[in-house]
């Protein structure tokens, strides 16, 4: 494969996360699997641009239970989502925070750790379409080693905070 | 008048230092400090307002910052001496001048209807910020936390956070308020 043809490869791959192996084999997905508590969730890899640990979260008040407060990144405040508050209505003890791709805002996410990062074929993702309330924080599941993991929806998790907001 | 860049690009804030978080607070919008001596413990149905004092042969109504510090941060102060933050009202709104008047001034005919006083602690000063050193809210969170008086943050060099906060907002959020709802708007539940 020339330099140029590398290159084309690489942008697509940045551009969507998805790896095209050939142009006659199936495309593969990335996604960065995570622990939040006892469950088991996938982003997709391009939605993550970053993972640290330990950095201090600063209390924001009047915000819902499940926004834990700020991240300074590079001298920027980044609005920590908790996901076991979103769900489960208990919070995360962690230190542990993704640092979202999410335009338009500064997003993070708080996690108990990051597994791995996966690479399935097309095929093995199974996007769902619902529209009850709660399953639309997921867009699907994909199955890793024989175990179903939920797809996190994040623009619909975002979507929440604002939703909460209005009403609040 | 032309200003220099230099100038542009810094401002002069008050800033509130708490062993937590601090506070900074648009210069320009106090009126004058002085040390809270003689202030006089008053039962209120305003939140936060607690106490009177005497200045320029006017009483001020005394709202007090550092219980507003706690209950809403769930902050840490240390019992220092108590500084009055002057505020004039004329640099308020006239929407905000209006419900003081309707709120406050109907009650209480003795207060001033030029000045009120804001009780800190005394660890603060006037200090030059560059504004590049300001961030703010992020996007999702901005318009709700500007309605609450809170505009922006600062990150300090060892890891302290300090918020960007509207004494206007505050105040008239707290008096607004008081006879409506007293839980802030922080029940999300």
């Known amino acids: 494969m020339e330099n140029k043809e590398l290159l084309t490869h690489l942008a697509a791959e940045k551009a969507d996360g998805v790896v095209t192996q050939s142009d006659s084999a199936e495309k593969l997905v ?7 508590k006892d469950q088991t969730y996938a982003f ?5 641009k970053e993972i640290v640990m330990n950095v201090a979260l600063y209390f924001v008040p009047f915000v819902p239970p499940f926004i834990r407060g700020f991240i300074n990144r590079h001298g920027e405040p980044y609005t920590v989502f908790d996901l076991n508050a979103l769900f489960a209505k208990e919070t995360l003890d962690s230190a542990t925070f993704l640092i979202s791709n999410f335009e338009g805002d500064q997003i993070a996410f708080l996690a108990s750790s990051v597994i791995e990062i996966l690479k399935v074929p097309d095929s093995e993702v199974h996007l769902i379409t619902s529209t009850d ?4 924080f997921f867009l699907g599941a994909v199955t890793s080693q024989g175990a179903e993991i939920f797809i996190l929806n994040l623009p619909n998790i975002i979507g929440r905070l604002e939703h909460d907001l ?3 | 008048m032309t200003l220099k860049p230099l100038e542009l690009s810094e401002h002069e804030f008050l800033i509130l230092d708490y062993s937590s978080m601090d506070f900074i607070v648009n210069r320009e919008q106090l009126f004058a400090s002085i040390i809270l001596e003689d ?3 008053f039962e209120s149905e305003f939140n936060y ?4 004092m005497a200045y320029r042969e006017q009483t001020l109504p005394v709202f007090d910052f550092d219980a507003f510090l706690l209950e809403t941060f769930s902050g840490e102060f240390e019992q220092s001496l108590k500084v009055a933050l002057i505020i004039d009202l004329a640099s308020f709104s006239e929407g905000n001048r209006s419900l003081y008047q309707e709120r406050i001034l ?4 003795e207060f001033s209807s030029e000045y009120l006083a804001l009780k800190v602690h005394s660890h603060a000063g006037i200090k030059r910020v560059a504004l590049s050193e300001v961030c703010l809210i992020p996007a999702g969170l901005r318009e709700r936390q500007s309605q609450e008086g809170i505009l922006g943050c600062r990150f300090l060099a060892g890891g302290k956070i300090q918020y960007f906060v509207d004494i206007e907002t505050l105040v008239f959020n707290w008096i607004a308020r008081s006879e409506t709802d007293t839980s802030n708007y922080k029940d999300f539940s």
């Open chain 1, 30 to 36: 990335k996604f960065l699997i995570v622990q939040v």
């Open chain 1, 44 to 48: 997709y890899a391009d939605q993550i």
């Open chain 1, 133 to 136: 309330e709660h399953d639309g």
């Open chain 1, 166 to 168: 209005e009403t609040s």
């Open chain 2, 39 to 41: 202030a006089v413990e």
């Open chain 2, 49 to 52: 307002l607690s106490s009177l």
């Open chain 2, 106 to 109: 109907r009650e209480h005919t």
